[in-house]
Each structure stands twice: as C-alpha cells, then as structure tokens.
T-cell receptor
C-alpha cells in the first residue's frame, strides 16, 4: 500500500478484555516496529521485526503484551487482560531493509475503561 | 544505551521569526539522526535525517537541522516560522553501527503565534 495502515483507528475496551491491533506495512518494507505513546508523553519502543529473524522484544512491558509477524506481511500486537495503564496510542512503523527512514502509521488509539 | 534529550517541553515563537528546537543525543556508534513532527491526533511524519555527509540537512516544509558531532547535537531550525508549524516535534537517534532501534526524545511542543 501507499502508507502504513493501522486498524482499528480507535478502540474502547473494558478492563480485563484482550485486544488485537493490526499493522499493514508499506509493500516491500521488511523492518517493522511497534511503539507506544501515552498521553502527553514520548514514544516507547515495544518490539522490532526484521524479515524472518528473531524479533527484538526488549521493549514489551509485560507478558500480557505479544506481537506476531509472518515474513514481511501484516503484524498484530495483542494485549491480554487489558489494564487502564495500557490506554495509549499504539504506533506501527516500517522501513526498507537497506533504508534508514522509518514511516509511521496513524496509530491505534486504545482506551481501557 | 542510546538516548535523546529534548531539553524544552515547549517553544514559543512569533510568526516570521526564526525558530530552533534543541536536541542532543548519545549513541555508541555513528549516529543516524531524525526529526519527526506530530500534529494533533495524528501519527508521526518524517521531516529530515542526517546519515552522513554535509552537516546541514534540509527537509520538508523549509525545516533544516545541523549535525554537530563535538556537541552531540542535532538542532532543528527554520528561518521564518508559520502558525501552521505549531505541532509536537520529536528528535530520534539510531546507532548506524548496526542497531535497529530508533530511540525518541520526549518531544517539544512548538507554538507559533501571530
């Protein structure tokens, strides 16, 4: 596609429910990142995928968070048993293997009530 | 570990005046440096980057940034600010020696007033 596409754009969920967020990368972009941005704060790295290599999961805040990506396709970020502190914008970004610029999607706005 | 500091939470500028948004970084290898802009309720848009070469890089919307290795800085500048430049600006660094993670500063809110 022309840009990084994320869905849903907005999600309101009850505390304790599981949520799944989706990211469609720019075609041909092998590297994919997930970041979290809490209200009024900067970007917090969550996870990085590069092709079929083992992902860098060093930023995942707890075992309630997980992400999947098969090859160079869609990625999903799953948050289990959501808590109010999970409320944030979840941003996906991608880049080409040999490229330096990371391009962001519009984000998925998650509100846990 | 790599890090980015944006010492100003907010910068206020009158329209038509020059603006500077400050950024300093720390990274073990060669720095790859980036500026992104975020408008309300939107994702981040790429403005410009420094990878190698000329220390002064030009980007979108008339913005430019100067890489200063001795001061480990990458300040964002524009000669004449517009009200429409009002937004949240993020500086980011990546280790050019093979690191994949892009580390962001906490952001600087730019407010351009008439």
């Amino acid at each position: 596609g022309a840009g990084v596409s994320q869905s849903p754009s907005n999600k309101v969920t009850e505390k304790g429910k599981d949520v799944e967020l989706r990211c469609d990368p720019i075609s041909g972009h092998t590297a994919l990142y997930w970041y979290r941005q809490r209200l009024g704060q900067g970007l917090e790295f969550l996870i990085y995928f590069q092709g079929n290599s083992a992902p860098d999961k060093s930023g995942l805040p707890s075992d309630r968070f997980s992400a999947e990506r098969t090859g160079e396709s869609v990625s999903t970020l799953t948050i289990q048993r959501t808590q109010q502190e999970d409320s944030a914008v979840y941003l996906c970004a991608t880049r080409q293997t040999s490229g330096n610029t990371i391009y962001f999607g519009e984000g998925s706005w998650l509100t846990v009530v | 570990a790599q890090s980015v500091a944006q010492p100003e939470d907010q910068v206020n500028v009158a329209e038509g005046n020059p603006l500077t948004v400050k950024c300093t970084y720390s990274v073990s290898g060669n720095p790859y440096l980036f500026w992104y802009v975020q408008y309300p309720n939107r994702g981040l848009q790429f403005l410009l980057k420094y990878i190698t070469g000329d220390n002064l890089v030009k980007g979108s919307y008339g913005f430019e940034a100067e890489f200063n290795k001795s001061q480990t800085s990458f300040h964002l500048k524009k000669p004449s600010a517009l009200v429409s430049d009002s937004a949240l600006y993020f500086c980011a660094v990546r280790d050019g020696g093979g690191g994949n993670k892009l580390t962001f500063g906490t952001g600087t809110q730019l407010k351009v007033e008439l």
